[in-house]
T-cell receptor, first 113, second 113 residues
């Protein structure tokens, strides 16, 4: 099993630019999560999907953030326009059933300058 | 809201000694509790979980955790620490809907030779 695959692993971008983070969940998993990790706030749940449908996006910081899951094997998290305070590690994760364990990708390390 | 607390930012232990990383929880209903480990520049890896059954849960890499309902705790333990156990450890609890996980702020474990 290839695990959860995220790209890019590292990105440095200038303030105001659009950032798109990508995720491929584990095959057969029907829940997908986007988390953000910072030193100040720890791990925060941004949004999650079930069967490609967004279930809870209450953690999305503001309208600059959007997430989509066009099919069962792909999701994107977009920030437009990006700001320095968006600098963080963004994790995608997936799981296969309601009470199953969540499996994380290696993260996308975003720096906005 | 379902939440966990990790009271220690850092735990230091000598190699070969037993280690304990503390976690307390606050939930309504039955708690579903998890431990994850994060090595530097990596994603979170699942260690173990408590859903129901025995209060002592065994997990990966020789770790175990003890569920204590009266003390609302779920401490992570290992009888003999290794230098390679040095990492960031997260306790987590299932959210109210049963889909996502709410994480503690993490405890940094340092095992010295």
């Amino acid at each position: 099993d290839a695990g959860v695959i995220q790209s890019p692993r590292h990105e440095v971008t200038e303030m105001g630019q659009e950032v798109t983070l990508r995720c491929k969940p584990i095959s057969g998993h029907d829940y997908l999560f986007w988390y953000r990790q910072t030193m100040m706030r720890g791990l925060e749940l941004l949004i999650y999907f079930n069967n490609n449908v967004p279930i809870d996006d209450s953690g999305m910081p503001e309208d600059r953030f959007s997430a989509k899951m066009p099919n069962a094997s792909f999701s994107t998290l977009k920030i437009q326009p990006s700001e320095p305070r968006d600098s963080a590690v963004y994790f995608c994760a997936s799981k296969s059933r309601t009470y199953g364990s969540i499996y994380f990708g290696e993260g996308s390390w975003l720096t906005v300058v | 809201a379902q939440s966990v607390a990790q009271p220690e930012d850092q735990v230091n232990v000598a190699e070969g000694n037993p280690l304990t990383v503390k976690c307390t929880y606050s939930v309504s209903g039955n708690p579903y509790l998890f431990w994850y480990v994060q090595y530097p520049n990596r994603g979170l890896q699942f260690l173990l979980k408590y859903i129901t059954g025995d209060n002592l849960v065994k997990g990966s890499y020789g770790f175990e955790a003890e569920f204590n309902k009266s003390q609302t705790s779920f401490h992570l333990k290992k009888p003999s620490a290794l230098v390679s156990d040095s990492a960031l450890y997260f306790c987590a609890v299932r959210d109210w809907a049963g889909y996502a996980l709410n994480f503690g702020k993490g405890t940094s474990l340092l095992v010295t030779p």
